[in-house]
């Protein structure tokens, strides 16, 4: 009887405390969420180290769940228990969770840094807020890399070459998903950049790009996992394959394969934090924090020492520097870097938010056949 | 006639007994509660809530409950659009939603059926407010009292009678539209007169105050209502007859039903917010979709979908799930076959090693069974990729030329390949339980009675060995018919099941429904293969020792 007098009045106290702080009290324990391997280190280095540092008795935890986090985070809201602080997602995952109701809304001249030169966050950020919800960190881009031995003296110099099996023969790796496929093969099938949307959104437009995929479909090995096509390459099982730009340089400069980056027609994307929704007022507030932190000009510019994805702010450009390890000079490695933006593609977001389940089921039975 | 049997305590032996049998039963099913209630809880509830996805389809109604009342009486057949009743009540209906962030949900969900629609609801409900403003702006000029959130206070709160009904209407629209409690004090409550003299305002602003004081916890009486009251009032005064009124605010009213306060047209108006508002397509989607349940989701699954005429297929370019629904029984089963070929022999050697040679050999089938399934299906692509071991060998000694080298991987064969050894154990060891039970003296018995070895081991074994191979194709064969992860790595594009598009639909496109009814079917189609089985081999026949 005693004892669980104690209980309850320990309990009230708890209770009553929790609600008491509530107000500018932030939870000092967060669970971030990311992709896993260079990528999460590059943030753990950049940014969440030293957040942990300058702000004592607060503690990050990793969950590797990114690939799947839409759907884990819609799962968690049903079951009203949400347990990650703070997601790091791809754009167009951002507008899904937006729509949905499951990220929060950001005001970003509020919520995020302004640049140090006064600028306002939105204006920094500029058109890569693509979403209420999104907090972009990086843009990085979908792009082509070959084996410098396989090609012979004539390295390819742009992305039709992908289509091009009479010159470059061998197998070539392509993700197993219509998005930028359809894309590329129109542009190589004589589509002009500006209009490649505007046909894809046609009947005739799907079979078009599909007929040019069709012509080298036996020649394709489709991947799944970003990690595929560095290995592919490496082992000589494809001349040549589409991933995403940081892999290539770290297939390249930090593992030193015959890989050489064709930047032709690279499409670029955009990586960047959400908040759920859902979270307790303390939880939310700790995690506005870190936001507002970890995005800001210095720490997205120091990210770029550990990984080879541009920084999303205009203000953090300037201060990119060398490898943190390599030592070499980042800029020219970066999508964004003139020398290699000079023919890019913007993923369109609003377009594949539409067109992505009537395309993929497309692609998909056409895969089959 | 004999005498009924008394037990030692007097009540007749046939209840005595019952009774202990009775206690007996409580006890053992109290024993497995804990277990039962476990199974319940986290297993039979959450798959059954989850396979209910496949027919629920409440959203629609729940987001857009007038818009879909009025497109009842909508003939879709006819050639014309809505009705600008129809218009309005979307108007209505996607204010509110737009404020709960449920209009892109919606879009979501309808776009799995119309391409396009995602687009169209999420970039209608960041211009409602244009079309409120055709109202708002005129009323705010003509007196500026109408910015105030008290004057409408004042005006829609009770004061001699209260619309119960119309309360508890909208406390049901609130609570289906955000999916939540909306019971419980609101510091408000409408006027009856009010709500007879204008019912649309008095509508939207009872939602407006349900949805302040429930979902943002402010007070009804202190803020500024939504806009879309502005072109509800100025449809209200089109016809309200004020001369009886006098209460709150009935001179300010009077000279908005005198100023003849603008009401938007709705039908231009969304289409001039977007032009698709203007055609049949989106309201003919919205109408077909609008049941509390759907088909529609297995139609979906089986290549069809649901249109305004009934059921229609998919266009062909698009057919794909039957395809893989066959492709995965078939590999299945081709699967399941290997795995019996291969594990037979295995499973006789362990049987009959002597203990310690047999331990050994256990040890090595168990091996990668405790290996990662990933490890293990990664190591399959090292070995049969074409510049992997196997081909490398098979150059090395000549077999086949280098520039030929074989295509083992991200095909059917490299499916087989890999399943077939990742699900081998779980043929052989049912197989081994069963063949240890079977007495070597039948088989000599038979030899000694004049049989050759074949017809001792066919006639007199393996009938024998039948209930292992049983237990073992079943275990096989339901599992193969689940995975996903080895054919995802090793199919290619046409090594793939039916689970990969489960998968894709569950974590990349968020069509539960769908991926809750292709699961159903896969499901269903388990059931009637294990009731073929129990009609051909019979059930009891399956042995796991």
Redo the contacts between chains.
Sequence with gaps: MKLAKTLMATTALTVASGTAFADGHMASEMTLVSWGGAYQSSQQNAYVAPYVEMNAGVTAVWDESSAEAVAKLRAMNEAGNVTWDVVDVVAADAIRLCDEGLALEIDADEQLAAAPDGTSASDDFGDLLVSDCFIPQIVYSTTFGYRTDLVGDTPPTEVCAVFDTDAYPGKRSLEKRPINNMEWALLCDGVAKEDVYDVLATSEGQDQALAKLDTIKDDVIWWSAGADTPQLLADGEVIMGSTYNGRLFAAIEEQDQPIGMLWDAQVFDLDGWIIPTGLSPEREARALDFVKFATDTQRLADQAKYISYGPARLSSAPLVGQHAELGIDMAPHMPTDPENAKNTFLYNYEFWADYRDDIDAKFQAWLAQ | MAEVMLAADGTPLKRSLARALRRQKIRALGLIAPLLLFVLITFIIPIGSMLFRSVENEIVSNTLPYTVQALSSWDAEQDALPSEDTFQAMFFDMFIAAE???H??L??RL??ET?????LF?QSGRKLDDIADVSYEPLEDLDKAWDDGETWYALMNARDGTDESLLAEQRGRVARLTDSETLGDINFAPDAEVAALLPLAAREYTAWAIYVATQDGRDPAARDPWEAIAPALALDLQTADLSGYDGPAADMLRAAQDANLPAPDFTAAFAEIDEDWGKRVPWETIKTHSGKFTSGYFLNAVDAQKTADGMAW?PE????LI??FGRTIWMSMLIMCSCILLGYPIAWLLANLPMRQANLLLILVLLPFWTSLLVRTSAWKVML????VINDVLVWIGLVADDNRLIII?NQFGTIVSMTHILLPFMILPMYSVMQTIQPTYLRAAKSLGATNWTAFWRVYFPQSIPGIGAGSILVFILAIGYYITP?IVG???G?FISN?IA?H??????WGLAAALGTILLVAVLILYWAYDKIVGIDNVKLG
């Design positions: 709960a962030k449920r892109t949900r879009g979501t776009n799995y391409t396009g629609l995602s687009s999420r998919q370019n698009k057919q794909i395809t893989l990729q074409q510049q992997g991200n995802e290619g594009t046409k793939v598009r894709y569950i974590s990349s496109s968020l069509n």
